[in-house]
Every structure is written in structure tokens, then in C-alpha cells.
């Protein structure tokens, strides 16, 4: 193999293994959390089950998503912003891509090949 695939490979490694770790080590739940107080657990259960963001009181994981769950959570603010955030970040870094690395990234990934040449097939007497 060649030193560049080396590179996919050793750079893959890493989180493949951490992936594992942080499955076995990150609890499912706060009531699973070792490291929390019961206090603390108490205040994390509450707090997730009263912010919904629909505005609808208590929500569990055991409750179904219906079409009015998905309706709310496109009229929340909180989401917009996340979403502004997200596009405002995404464009900036593709307007600096193109305009600074565009022909570079086109060419050394052999995603278009070059314009072909048009010849005057008159003069060329052959």
C-alpha cells in the first residue's frame, strides 16, 4: 500500500476504538450515571421531561412522535438558530473551499476531466 493509504487507516483506527470505549463508559440515562448525585439526577429527569419545546408538559421517551411533535419543533426559535448557525457556517466554509482550493480538489480527485480540444477537422488533410 502506499504511504497516503497508511495514513486513512492509522487515522481511522482512533475512533473506531474510542467508539467502543464511549458505548461501554457513557451511561443510557441520567438514572444510569454513576457519577451524578441523586439530586442532580433528579433535577436532569425533570428538566428534560418539562423542556419539550412544544410547550405540551411532560414528554417520556415512551411517547410516540406524532405529526403535531414535528410541527412544533419547526416553529420553535431555538431550532431556527441552531439551523442559521449550521447554513452560516456550511457556506462559509464552501465559499472558501471553491474559491480558494477549486481547481486543485477537481483536478487531484479526477471528478471532471478537462474540456476537450475542438480542431478544425477542415485543415487537418489527413
Avoid at 448557525?85 to 457556506?91: G, Q
Wanted: hydrophobic share 45%; proline share 4%; net charge positive.
Amino acid at each position: 500500500m502506499n504511504g497516503w493509504n497508511w495514513i486513512f487507516i492509522i487515522e481511522g483506527i482512533v475512533p473506531v476504538l474510542l467508539s467502543f470505549v464511549v458505548w461501554r463508559v457513557l451511561p443510557d440515562s441520567p438514572e444510569a450515571a454513576k457519577f451524578l448525585t441523586d439530586r442532580e439526577k433528579e433535577f436532569i429527569i425533570n428538566r428534560l421531561a418539562l423542556e419539550t419545546g412544544s410547550g405540551s408538559g411532560r414528554v417520556t421517551n415512551a411517547d410516540r412522535i406524532r405529526l403535531h411533535h414535528i410541527v412544533s419543533a419547526f416553529k420553535d426559535w431555538r431550532i431556527w438558530c441552531g439551523v442559521l448557525c449550521f447554513w452560516a457556517n456550511t457556506i462559509g466554509v464552501y465559499g472558501y473551499v471553491l474559491s480558494q482550493h477549486k481547481y486543485r480538489i477537481i483536478s487531484f480527485n479526477g471528478l471532471v476531466r478537462p474540456a476537450p480540444r475542438f480542431e478544425n477537422k477542415m485543415t487537418n488533410n489527413s
